[in-house]
């Protein structure tokens, strides 16, 4: 059984940083592709960055040059690095999986086939 758990999310102000991790069992985070997505109130859930089995990221426009993608494949574990964090950052965040290799699905929802619970990020300014 696949299970991703987050963690590492918080309240933090307008600048600050965190990092969130996500710890896989069941399922291997090499040769896989995984993202992160977040899901603000009253929002539809909305991908943040993606990483595949060979290393090759995409990020969502509103959070390139802030946020980091990676993978500790030894530890079987996905990060996301957020630096100069935003009110509009604010979301619920998710670690999601997929069966392949390639993020052919790219940022999207259906492109992933299992799901974390979500850990909150709050920004304030």
């Known amino acids: 059984q696949v299970q991703l758990v987050e963690s590492g999310g918080g309240s933090v102000q307008a600048g600050g940083t965190l990092r969130l991790s996500c710890a896989a069992s069941?399922?291997?985070?090499?040769?896989?592709?995984m993202g992160w997505f977040r899901q603000a109130p009253g929002k539809e859930r909305e991908g943040v960055a993606s990483?595949?089995?060979?290393?090759?990221?995409k990020y969502a426009d509103s959070v390139k040059g802030r946020f980091t993608i990676s993978k500790d494949n030894a530890k079987n574990a996905l990060y996301l690095q957020m630096n100069s964090l935003k009110p509009e950052d604010t979301a619920m965040y998710y670690c999601?999986?997929?069966?392949?290799?390639?993020?052919?699905?790219?940022?999207?929802?259906?492109?992933?086939?299992?799901w974390g619970q979500g850990t909150q990020v709050t920004v304030s300014s």
């Open positions: 999601a999986a997929d069966i392949i290799r390639f993020c052919s699905g790219g940022l999207r929802r259906s492109g992933f086939t299992y």
């Open positions: 069941g399922y291997t985070t090499s040769g896989h592709c």
């Open positions: 990483i595949d089995a060979f290393g090759i990221t």
